[in-house]
């Protein structure tokens, strides 16, 4: 269980915007612009920090000046890049509510007990959450986050319990 993540995913770098150095950036927080209360925010796997300017709109985000990149080429190393912000800066949720870090690594378990797998990863492609649940036999299995297929969350003791549609984990 993930339950000493520091940091918290809260957007990416989609690549260069212009010939100046602004960058495309898309924003993961339930108000897209709530990404600035986090500053700075801290690029995933080399540490850099970045200060940012929001400069516009784009489809599917903002336009922005990030501290520190000044050219085109600077811009599009970035692309992909993850933005993380401290944990302890982020709103606490309600109940049934979860940070995706939160639910990696979680046991998955059925309304009988039975082991399932571990939460791998969570996925959403637009309509609604998807559990990637790794099983023993080392397949996966997308299993709906919706309250009817996972009813319980417990987070204190590292467990799902699920009650997956017929057949997904056959």
């Known amino acids: ?20 150095g602004e960058v ?13 209360d986090y500053l700075p925010l801290i690029a995933e796997n080399s540490g850099q920090s970045f200060l940012i300017t929001l400069t ?8 922005a000046r990030l501290s520190g990149v000044e050219t085109k080429e600077e811009a599009d190393a970035l692309r992909g890049v993850r933005l993380m912000a401290d944990r302890a800066r982020l709103p ?36 609604s959450d998807i559990l990637e649940v790794q099983t023993q036999a080392v ?20 467990r799902i319990i699920a009650d997956p549609p017929d057949g997904i984990f056959a």
Do not use: W
């Open 92 to 127: 606490s949720l309600p109940n049934d509510e979860y940070y995706y870090s939160d639910l990696i690594g979680l046991e998955v378990r059925d309304t009988g007990g039975t082991y399932l797998g571990t939460v791998k990863d969570v996925r959403n492609h637009g309509a």
């Open 56 to 63: 516009g709109n784009t489809k599917n985000g903002f336009t």
């Open 139 to 158: 397949e996966t299995v997308l299993l709906p986050f919706t309250e009817a297929a996972v009813p319980t969350v417990d987070l204190a003791s590292g």
């Open 1 to 20: 269980m993930n339950k000493d993540v520091d940091q918290i995913c809260v957007g990416a770098i989609g690549g260069s915007f212009g010939v100046r």
């Open 24 to 36: 495309r950036l898309k924003s993961f927080c339930a108000d897209p612009e709530a990404i600035m």
